[in-house]
């Protein structure tokens, strides 16, 4: 693994088995190469394409000046020829992989012979671009304490607006075998500098310092700048160029690694080896790390709803259950009494069983809402009361043993919740006519529990409030994880986003629901809610809104507020309020809480809509 923090033995197996059996070209069969018998450069390794030239061949005695080692996690070092070519698509710099601690130093000047392959951070399948690298080395340092190859400046000048080229549709859209356009592309310009020392100057933090000592700043001040400082990802073609990872080379327990918030700046020059990951890419691995300058950013507080108006909101408490610390519970009540203020309706998703992620069969989530609820009321909240339907063991996906559900959460001294023959796990809710009116067959009751579409995820939620004698229709989504997608730095342009097929049938089975109450009645109001797991200018929320059933409210935003999560330093919507016609006025909050900051009781920010039905 190129990350410096394994993130579980897991990895690190699947890392160790990867490395003895090698990946791509680079395989153990062709430690056979034969030997050349010209004098091989670093460039010449690296070649012009993302795969080397070389890769399974031997190599003896490439000469370079070590840039960075590293003693944790991928162990190795950096190497670069300080006598560059004149080609800027041929990096000067390639990691050497050592699997055990390093015995050169920074500034020693170096001869390694060994094998060029191409590792794949979090193997072929994860469709991660490869690292040129040199493993099973014979290492010979010929003298120390020379001086470092200058490092290449990425800025906003020379890091191109264009993402990435297209993928050859001949090689199942891979970009493998493109020549590199370094002045045209950016991942080409970030892949010409593989392994190279580089440094940035003074740039804005885009993502907080996250458990893995890392975080994210971008080169490029103004490009698709969010109000509050982050870069917004407003569309596929929005990747963000400027975007880039931080690690440290210093060991943790030698130099802790800085605190950051979206919004602060991280001051003086950031310098080390370009090195690519599983976890966010191309990634600046610092020898010398810049100073953390502190933002002014401070959690939001939206409004109080109006005593006419119903406040409905969306929060994602990221698998809570009982054996999480009081703080947790206290955390998230304080930001639902003091942030939230108070809604009259909230929605929530991962509320886990009674036991978290003990696999037993335990499916309540009594103790959960109860330790939830209470925490509210301690935080001078209101006396909260909940409706839910209990999954059936292990069938919703998330965590095993988890058995994360939507919860319907309200306040009983400003609104009252129908009950209609709850439905149970296996039970689909209905729509029938009343008076002339729609209404639930089953309230609470979740929709079409059967439909192939929510197999191994959560099945939605749906109930019938009423607020000043008026009926609302609340249905709580949770819709099917990104997992499996590849990332923006993918060999494959553009990325696959496999995930997205489940998506697009759960939001097609949501927006049939609602067609149906809305042909029960035209004027119903009927709002759709929670995680949708996607963007809102995806085929999802295209399907969700099919035909005018329901508005996205997050559009109601100006474009630099859309956004509800912080995902490699790019500030994305993924939790969404929707609205159906009769609700023609509203007004609608992405509440900063949580996704901006390095200290996060979620990753998710929640969202408020307040109207008058």
Do not use: C
């Amino acid at each position: 693994m190129r990350s410096s923090h394994p993130r579980s033995a897991a990895v690190a197996a699947l890392v160790a088995s990867a490395l003895a059996t090698g990946l791509l070209a680079g395989s153990a069969d062709a430690a056979e190469g034969a030997v050349s018998a010209d004098p091989i450069r670093i460039h010449d390794i690296q070649g012009t394409t993302r795969i080397s030239p070389l890769a399974g061949k031997q190599v003896a005695d490439v000469e370079g000046i070590v840039t960075g080692v590293r003693t944790y996690g991928s162990r190795g070092f950096w190497m670069q020829d300080p006598d560059a070519d004149d080609n800027d698509a041929t990096s000067e710099g390639v990691f050497v992989f050592t699997n055990s601690v390093p015995t050169v130093a920074v500034g020693d000047a170096v001869k390694v012979s060994g094998l060029v392959g191409e590792y794949v951070p979090g193997g072929a399948a994860s469709g991660n671009q490869s690292v040129t690298q040199i493993s099973k080395p014979a290492v010979t340092v010929v003298s120390s304490g020379n001086a470092l190859p200058e490092a290449t400046a990425i800025n906003e000048y020379t890091v191109p607006s264009e993402y990435a080229p297209a993928g050859d549709p001949a090689a199942a859209g891979s970009i493998n075998g493109l020549a590199l356009e370094p002045s045209r592309y950016a991942l080409d310009y970030y892949e010409a500098l593989e392994g190279m020392n580089v440094r940035i100057g003074t740039s804005r933090v885009v993502g907080a310092t996250d458990p893995h000592a890392e975080l994210w700043v971008t080169v490029k001040g103004w490009e698709n700048t969010a109000k509050r400082g982050g870069t917004i990802y407003g569309s596929y073609e929005s990747q963000n160029t400027g975007r880039l990872q931080i690690q440290q080379l210093a060991p943790l327990a030698q130099q802790p690694f800085p605190v950051a918030n979206v919004g602060d700046r991280l001051t003086g020059t950031t310098e080390g080896p370009l090195d690519f990951n599983q976890f966010g890419g191309y990634t600046l691995v610092a020898r010398t790390l810049g100073t953390v300058k502190a933002g002014t950013l401070a959690p939001e507080k939206t409004k109080a709803q109006a005593a006419n108006e119903l406040a409905v909101a969306t929060y994602n408490v990221e698998n809570l259950d009982p054996t999480d610390p009081q703080e947790k519970f206290d955390n998230l009540a304080k930001a639902v009494v003091e942030n939230l203020a108070s809604p009259d309706v909230v929605a929530l998703e991962e509320i886990q069983d009674d036991n978290g992620a003990k696999n037993d069969g335990t499916v309540s989530a009594e103790q959960t809402l109860t330790k939830f609820t209470a925490a509210i009321t301690a935080a001078g909240g209101p006396a909260y009361q909940w409706r839910t339907v209990n999954p059936e063991n292990n069938k919703d996906g998330g965590e095993p043993g988890g058995n994360i559900r939507q919860v319907f959460l309200f306040n009983p001294a400003r609104v009252s919740f129908t009950e209609r023959a709850p439905g149970d796990a296996a039970t689909a809710t209905g729509v029938v006519k009343e008076q002339g009116k729609a209404a639930l067959t089953h309230s609470p009751g979740r929709i079409d529990p059967a439909n192939p579409a929510w197999a191994d995820s959560r099945k939605p939620l749906a109930g019938e409030f009423v607020f000043r004698g008026k009926t609302v229709f609340v249905i709580a989504n949770h819709f099917g994880s990104k997992g499996g997608d590849e990332g923006l730095t993918s060999v494959h342009q553009p990325p696959v986003r496999s995930s997205e097929t489940k998506r697009l049938l759960q939001a097609q089975a949501v927006n049939g629901f609602v067609k149906e109450l809305l042909a029960a009645d035209k004027n119903a109001n009927v709002i759709a809610l929670g995680d949708i797991n996607d963007f809102e200018f995806s085929a999802t929320a295209n399907a969700l809104a099919d035909g005018g059933a329901l508005y996205p409210a997050i559009k109601s935003l100006p474009k630099a507020e859309r956004y509800s999560y912080v995902y490699q330093g790019n500030a994305q919507v993924l939790d969404q309020i929707l609205t159906s016609p009769a609700i023609k006025t509203f007004t609608y909050d992405s509440v900063h809480i949580n996704a901006e900051f390095s200290a996060q009781n979620s990753d998710h920010d929640p969202q408020v809509l307040r109207f008058r039905p």
